[in-house]
């Protein structure tokens, strides 16, 4: 049985033992090279070059869940969800896939959610001094 010679995204993350978030973020901010072989798979080369510990150290922070995320952004667009069971949230889980599917999450400084983070921590900056 011959091992394959190329991996897509979920394999990468799985063979570098990274949670796929953490390869995303590497990808975009040029950690990781887009993939060679294809749109979406990288070689047994490019794996091999791949530095999985520099991978998990770009990360901010660890990876949340989606409910969590979207608890923090309807916090920070002042609307919090309410901690009452069966209430409807203000910002559901939905809203967080489908802006991470948009590529406005990890796209740079441009992105709606990146400006609405940046004023969130200029905020705190502030309130610390």
């Known amino acids: 049985m011959t091992r394959r010679t190329e991996c897509s995204e979920s394999q990468a993350a799985g063979r570098l033992r990274v949670p796929i978030t953490a390869l995303r973020r590497a990808r975009h901010t040029g950690l990781v090279p887009a993939p060679d072989v294809s749109s979406s798979q990288w070689s047994q080369t ?49 809203v967080v896939r489908r802006l991470i599917a948009g590529s406005s999450v990890g796209k740079g400084r441009r992105s709606p959610l990146a400006a609405l983070v940046k004023a969130k921590q200029q905020e705190k900056e502030a309130a610390a001094v």
Do not use: C, K, Q, W
């Open 46 to 94: 490019a794996m091999e070059a791949m530095d999985a510990d520099a991978i998990r150290a770009a990360l901010p922070r660890e990876p949340i869940a989606g409910s969590v995320a979207a608890d923090r952004l309807a916090e920070a667009l002042s609307t919090p969800n309410p901690t009452a069971t069966g209430e409807r949230a203000n910002v559901a889980t939905f």
